[in-house]
């Protein structure tokens, strides 16, 4: 399959043969449409100018076939502390293996991810989104502080500091030391 230049520039394909485009050492440079990639869209709050990328496909010196590249996109969190949306840019670097099986990525080196193509057919998009998906942070929240300080408490805001709180076990305390003295 021969893709023009232009197509290549705006979208790169859903579905690739990497066994094909490791033999032409191909390269893949584009976008991912945002509405493509529907669990990246559930974590997050939205992806701005959808995902741009760059591949290149070929062997490593063990004859492996690998793909090298960068996946880059820029996404709105819900900050943790205020609930409000914040800009997250991921820029992440691609270091696959192409295997066909568990086992063989077990031979690959350990700079390289194994991404298992079935059959004929790789989802790029599918593999492209897990990229994504584990280089956003797992807690987002703004650098600066967005909520002040006396607004964080902890405890039961109604006490005063200088008030005792009640002993839930006194009762028990006192059902104990009765009946110790019968």
């Known amino acids: 399959m021969v893709q023009s230049s232009r197509q290549?520039?705006?979208?790169?394909?859903k579905i690739v043969d990497a066994r094909k485009l490791v033999q032409r050492e191909q390269q893949l440079s584009g976008s991912v449409p945002a509405e493509a990639l529907e669990r990246l869209a559930a974590v997050v709050e939205s992806v701005d100018d959808g995902v741009q990328v760059e591949l290149s496909f070929g062997r490593d010196l063990n004859r492996h076939m690998v793909v090298e590249g960068r996946v880059r996109?820029?996404?709105?969190?819900?900050?943790?502390?205020c609930l409000k949306p914040m800009p997250e840019s991921?820029?992440?670097?691609?270091h696959w293996g192409i295997v066909w099986s568990e086992e063989q990525g077990k031979s690959l080196s350990k700079d390289l991810d194994p991404v298992?193509?079935?059959?004929?057919?790789?989802?790029?998009?599918?593999?492209?989104?897990?990229?994504?998906?584990?280089?956003?942070?797992?807690?987002?929240?703004?650098?600066?502080?967005?909520?002040?300080?006396?607004k964080f408490q902890f405890g039961d805001a109604s006490m005063e500091e200088g008030e005792q709180r009640e002993n839930p076990f006194k009762v028990l305390e006192q059902l104990k030391g009765s009946s110790g003295k019968s």
């Open 8 to 13: 290549q520039v705006d979208a790169i394909p």
């Open 73 to 81: 996109c820029d996404v709105q969190l819900l900050c943790q502390r």
């Open 90 to 94: 991921v820029d992440a670097g691609v």
């Open 116 to 150: 298992i193509q079935e059959g004929d057919e790789l989802n790029l998009y599918q593999v492209l989104e897990d990229e994504i998906l584990l280089n956003l942070p797992m807690v987002a929240y703004h650098e600066e502080e967005c909520v002040p300080r006396d």
